[in-house]
């Protein structure tokens, strides 16, 4: 069933005419079809599920790095590494939804052999919302893990610097009758996207957003951008998005900390990293008992 999203505050689109849209204007840029309907599919799907600074927002930016080179039309994943359980992957610069998508079934694949995986990618793309990936393995009756890194927007606790990504990251847990159990989040108290659509609106964000870079408190959405995002849990948040850092960009060899490259640097390949992990239930567990007790959790 056709369902509606607000692609903007002033603009309603049936999901499925949105995400033809979507594969449409990849396709006009050189996106094969089959890579252009897994893009447009994860964009739609996060505005779908109310995760509207992942979403369709994001198409611009994509349009950008494919006209400026930065971002490859056609992805060519390749296995650098590989073990049963493990695989190093290359994007070779390709679009990260595409890259994302096909790691992640060779997660799957690994996992029902070996029990668990873990698979590193580098040389990857801004992926969106990480959800979409570690759902994936939730009809195979398996958890799933995502996270990557991203352009730097935080510094070190005390500092002025700005030296780390959001570096977000996903868990998702099946149930049984009851919806999955899914943690989609990154590290600083609100995304980037967020100041952004209230910059756009003309509006203040709340305090405890953002630093300006000076240091200072900021309710001013345009110095926040230019500025540093504050950490949840201040150093905890700071630990965090250090370690899912070293997960991905440090132990793939990519980009890491501020050698990251925003989703706007449309003239640059970013190479962020990214890593994915399946967990097969019957490895641990009996699955129908499992699912109850998630169920009785719930």
Known sequence: MAQEVTASPKVMARHDQLETFCAQVLQRLGVPQEEAEITARTLVTANLRGV????????????AKLKGGALKPSANLTTEKETIAT????????????????AMQMAIRKAKAAGVSYLAVRNSNHLGACAYYAMMALEYDMIGF??????????PTGGV?????????????????????VLDMAN???????????????????EGWALNKYGEPTTDPEEAL???????????????????????????????????KGIDEG??????????MA???????????????MDGYI
Request: proline share 7%; no cysteine; charged share 15%.
């Open 161 to 181: 610097e700005r030296l780390f990504g959001n570096n977000p990251y996903s868990i998702a847990v099946p149930a049984g009758q009851r919806p999955p159990v």
């Open 226 to 260: 230019k500025g540093i995002l504050l950490a949840i849990g201040g150093y905890k948040g700071y630990g965090i998005t250090l370690m899912m850092d070293l997960l991905t960009g440090v132990l793939t060899d990519s980009n890491y900390g501020p050698r990251v």
């Open 146 to 155: 995502t996270a990557t890194n991203a352009s730097p927007r935080l510094a």
């Open 267 to 276: 003239a640059e390949p970013a190479r962020i990293a990214h890593s994915f």
């Open 279 to 293: 967990i097969d239930l019957a490895a641990f567990t009996d699955v129908a008992a499992f699912k109850a007790r």
């Open 87 to 102: 695989a190093l992957l290359d994007g070779h610069n390709g679009i990260g939804q595409v890259i994302s998508f096909r």
């Open 52 to 63: 509207d600074t992942h979403g369709v927002t994001r198409l611009p930016a994509y349009v």
């Open 188 to 206: 600083s108290v609100v995304a980037a996207g967020k100041i952004r659509a209230l910059q756009k609106e003309g509006k203040p964000i709340p």
